[in-house]
């Protein structure tokens, strides 16, 4: 299986921007398309598809949530961080099966 | 509006069965591949396994590690989906979420809220 790895707490000043690592242990791009997304999780609720292939915003998503990168190394940005982005933050891979989550990184305020 | 609902879960003791059900609206079922993906408590998502669309026959994939113990099952009838767990195990204590995929991507663009599973004497 694909592991995603990403760190598990980053600390921002609500305004500043957060930029969340997920590194895949082998490539999830296919040609033009980069297999990786991310998904925004706030407790007690299930996840919330933000990003798909990389850098593509799902629908109703604020635009200050951008998706780059290409191979193993996937970012996702929050830009400004806003109370409500509060949560953790979930990569998953899907170019080969089984699709596979990153652990997590929880976003908390410094 | 698309909406996933979840139910049938609680406790079960390890070796027992369970089937769970995900009531699906506001969408045309048919033309959807729907998943189940469980979580443990603080843990990162798993996918246990997909059905296919009426394009596609309907036709199921697992994930290995519940291959042989997990059935996944729908009635377009009535816009339901089914997980069918066997011979369950301490581990697979989690919330349990269906989720709608459209792209053919393998991501999810719809979650329902989950339903708790826990396996315990």
């Known amino acids: 299986d694909i592991v995603l790895t990403q760190s598990p707490a980053l600390a921002v000043s609500l305004g500043q921007r957060a930029t969340i690592s997920c590194r895949a242990s082998?490539?999830?791009?296919?040609?033009?398309?980069?297999?990786m997304h991310w998904y925004q999780q706030k407790p007690g609720q299930q996840p919330k598809l933000l990003i798909y292939?990389?850098?593509n915003l799902a629908s109703g998503i604020p635009a200050r949530f951008s998706g780059s990168g290409s191979g193993t190394d996937f970012t996702l940005t929050i830009n400004p961080v806003q109370a409500d982005d509060i949560a953790t933050y979930y990569c998953?891979?899907?170019?080969?099966?089984?699709?596979?989550f990153g652990g997590g990184t929880k976003l908390e305020l410094k | 509006e698309v909406k996933l609902l979840e139910s049938g879960g609680g406790l079960v003791q390890p070796g027992g069965s369970m089937r769970l059900s995900c009531a699906a609206s506001?969408?045309?079922?048919?033309?959807?591949?729907m998943y189940w993906i469980r979580q443990p408590a603080g843990k990162a998502p798993e996918w246990l396994g997909f059905?296919?669309?009426?394009?596609?026959?309907?036709?199921?994939e697992y994930n290995p590690s519940v291959k042989g113990r997990f059935t996944i099952s729908r009635d377009n009838t009535q816009n339901m989906l089914y997980l069918q767990m066997n011979t369950l195990r301490a581990e697979d204590t989690a919330t349990y979420y269906c989720?709608?995929?459209?792209?053919?991507?393998?991501?999810?663009?719809?979650w329902g809220p989950g339903t708790m599973v826990t396996v315990s004497s």
């Open positions: 989720a709608r995929e459209d792209s053919g991507y393998w991501y999810f663009d719809f």
């Open positions: 506001g969408f045309t079922f048919t033309d959807f591949y």
């Open positions: 059905i296919r669309n009426k394009a596609n026959g309907y036709t199921t």
């Open positions: 082998q490539s999830v791009s296919i040609s033009r398309y980069n297999l």
């Open positions: 292939r990389a850098s």
């Open positions: 998953q891979q899907s170019r080969e099966s089984p699709p596979t």
